[in-house]
């Protein structure tokens, strides 16, 4: 081909690329993140009934409390490997739209919950219902751009997370609000309000969603072309790499050291993410006699939410850096040892601004570090492997979801106080940030991803 001929083939695949990621990250990321959204408000909305009337009604105590909101984790755990593999085989179309159902219905009814053992078994349930929904949309996510643009879609897919919270919060404070509505009390209002929308949702995805790019008729042939090449050449190469062990089945992820690691990694920091979802509305509630002041069920709300807002932007153009000058190990790593190192500082604070604003720091840091960690599976995995891995290490997160949310009871009713449960925090990160550079050490080219061409950073 003659020299001259090139540059306008160069662009010509450039706009073609361009124009694929800005049509799925407007057309299917947007509604998945929602999907998350609700998702994440149904799975968190017990941090906000506890102590607004929940706690008092069913005479929870802290180590009940943190057991019920553990014990989500144990359901979740018993089915996400079996969950993701299904939707591997049966299509994300069908399988997200199915969880969304049944655990919008199990959500449901929380509204009638009476007993603590009514709160354990629904939340188990809960967990059940959910399970595979999370590691099953990042496996989808991931199966729709090559990887150098998978670090920004994942980041704006993650965005739905902290703004859970900042929107959740306060929804949650005003239906809690609306106490006596259809005779229920104000937190029973709340679950029945942030339940419907997951079972509408359910319905729609499954018209809406698609299973990959190739069947997508909202992209021109042009785009559905360069997805796909990219996407088989891409498996190809990982299939190829480290002679062949890169793609494989079940067998390769259960045995790869890679995804081991990462799962403790995950654990970590989903340790800590946990910690401050299920207990930083207890904590701030806490404030009203630590610091001789009143908070409203609303003020309480827009404390809760002040952390996650910053987390957002955090998030955002962190994964934006990662995108554009291509994922390193400090992008993980670092995140990791600030959120390591400030979140005991919020212990030693002398207001509840001063400690709300450390907790803003570890929220940033945690919310940063996620959407990046979790372009780093798909580097190395792919088919089958690549679901098994991804539920894998999925699942080492909720294990971690119980073991913080039930220790840190246990430990502030043994304790007295949450000196002890944040250190244990802090440890956990620490320790991520550590096997993060250590594993990366070892394996550089498959945790590293290279940047996306400037055209599409825009």
């Known amino acids: 081909m003659p020299a001259s001929t090139a540059p306008p083939v160069t662009k010509a695949r450039s706009a073609v ?55 989500f984790f144990l359901g979740y755990i018993v089915l996400e490997i079996p969950s993701n593999m299904a939707l591997h085989r049966f299509g994300a179309r069908r399988w997200l739209a199915r969880i969304m159902v049944t655990w919008g219905i199990v959500s449901l009814l929380f509204t009638w919950v009476d007993s603590s053992g009514g709160l354990y078994t629904l939340r188990f349930l809960l967990g059940v219902a959910e399970a595979g929904f999370f590691p ?27 703004l859970t919270t900042v929107f959740g919060a306060p929804l949650a404070g005003w239906l809690i609000g609306h106490h006596g509505l259809f005779g229920l009390e ?16 359910g319905i729609i995805a499954w018209f809406y969603l698609i299973d990959r790019p190739a069947d997508a008729k909202w992209l021109t042939p042009a785009e559905r072309d360069w997805l796909t090449t990219e996407l088989d050449a891409e498996n190809a190469e990982k299939a190829g790499r480290d002679g062949g062990h890169a793609k494989g089945d079940l067998k390769t992820a259960f045995t790869n050291t890679r995804v081991w690691i990462l799962a403790v990694v995950y654990f970590g920091f989903v340790y800590g993410l946990y910690a401050l979802a299920f ?31 910053p987390a957002a932007f955090v998030l955002f153009f962190w994964s934006r850096h990662a995108t554009r000058h291509g994922t390193r190990t400090w992008h993980v790593a670092g995140p990791a040892i600030v959120g390591g190192v400030s979140i005991p500082l919020a212990l030693y604070m002398g207001s509840p601004a001063a400690t709300v604003a450390v907790i803003t720091v570890t929220a940033c840091a945690i919310f940063a570090a996620l959407p990046v960690f979790w372009a780093v599976p798909s580097r190395f995995l792919t088919g089958a492997a690549a679901a098994a891995g991804i539920a894998l290490i999925n699942t080492a997160g909720n294990i971690a979801g119980f073991a913080s949310s039930y220790i ?43 940047s996306a061409p400037a055209e599409n950073q825009r």
């Not at 990321?29 to 909305?45: E, G, I, K, Q």
């Not at 207890?282 to 809760?304: L, R, S």
């Not at 440890?427 to 594993?439: E, G, K, R, T």
Request: net charge positive; hydrophobic share 55%; aromatic share 16%.
């Open 186 to 201: 104000g937190w029973r209002v709340m679950f029945l309000f942030v339940s419907i929308p997951a079972i509408l949702l």
């Open 17 to 71: 690329e361009a124009s694929a990621i800005k049509k799925i990250s407007i057309r299917l990321v947007p509604f998945v993140a929602l999907m998350f959204f609700v998702n994440y408000l149904d799975r968190t909305a017990v941090s906000f009934a506890e102590p607004n009337g929940m706690g008092q009604d069913l005479a929870l105590t802290a180590a009940q409390f943190g057991f019920a909101s553990g014990i």
């Open 279 to 309: 207990f930083l509305p207890t904590i701030i509630n806490g404030f009203q006699e630590q610091y001789d002041t009143t908070f409203t069920v609303m003020d309480k709300a827009w404390i809760t939410a002040i952390p996650y807002l």
């Open 408 to 450: 840190t009871g246990w430990l502030k009713d043994w304790t007295g106080g949450y000196y002890v449960p944040l250190y244990l925090v802090g440890v956990f990160m620490l320790l991520s940030a550590a096997l993060m550079i250590w594993l990366a050490a070892r394996n550089p080219q498959s945790l590293s991803t290279p």
């Open 136 to 162: 099953g949309a990042i496996l989808f996510l991931s199966q729709w751009v090559p990887s150098r643009h998978r670090t920004k879609i994942l980041g704006l897919f993650y965005l739905a997370q902290p």
